[in-house]
């Protein structure tokens, strides 16, 4: 099976654009969360989606916003953004509860 | 173990070593445990995971050990190679939750 995957790898942003990534599941994968990576803070949590609704948030702002899709491919999107939102950002799936990571969008903002 | 501060703590070996990488959790409500390995550049990947109803599991070259009475997770990963450098993270999950809480991981450096 093929694994996860994010587009783009690399994404370079200035200060109040805004910013949209990509993240495919594992195939038969229903679930689908985002977490944030960055190296003061490790890994955190930023929501969890599952049959395309939203069912478990972590503390983020409300400019941090994700879909998913009949297909299970997520999206997340990022508005107004701050120097702080550079990070690398990190989607796994999961069946149930063993979870599988993509290589993440890594996220400049200048 | 865990991080203090922004520094991750760092177990330097030689490779053919075996190493122990240890993470204390804090939620005596966990009841399943994964390691995962993260090499620079890419995602976690998965080791190796535990319930709580174990307290040894092994795999290829590694093995986990839960203690619940103290809290404590170990993984060992037997006569180590310079291509299992990586920071090493532990995750639990409690009652259920599909959400796992990462603990700040373990720079493993592995020399020739």
């Keep these: ?98 979870q599988y990571f993509g290589p993440g969008t890594r996220l400049t903002v200048t | 173990g865990e991080s203090v501060g922004l520094h991750l703590p760092t177990l330097s070996v030689q490779e053919g070593d075996n190493s122990i990488i240890n993470c204390a959790y804090s939620n005596s409500a966990s009841d399943y445990f994964i390691w995962y390995k993260q090499e620079s550049g890419k995602g976690p990947q998965f080791i190796i995971d535990i319930r709580s109803n174990m307290d040894k599991r092994q795999g290829q070259r590694v093995t986990v050990l839960l203690n619940k009475t103290v809290k ?3 993984l060992q990963i037997a006569a180590t190679q310079p291509g299992d450098s990586a920071v090493y993270f532990c995750a639990e999950m409690g009652g259920g939750s599909y959400i796992p809480t990462f603990g700040r991981g373990t720079s493993l450096i592995v020399h020739p």
């Design chain 2, 72 to 74: 404590h997770l170990s």
């Design chain 1, 1 to 98: 099976k093929a694994g996860v995957t994010q587009t783009p790898r690399y994404l370079i942003k200035t200060r109040g654009q805004q910013v949209t990534l990509s993240c495919s599941p594992i195939s038969g994968h229903r679930s689908v969360s985002w977490y944030q990576q960055t190296p003061g803070q490790g890994l955190q949590f930023l929501f969890e989606y599952f049959s395309e609704t939203q069912r478990n948030k972590g503390n983020f702002p409300g400019r941090f916003s994700g879909r998913q899709f009949s297909n299970s491919r997520s999206e997340m999107n990022v508005s107004t953004l701050e120097l702080g939102d550079s990070a690398l950002y990190l989607c796994a799936s999961s069946l149930e509860r063993e």
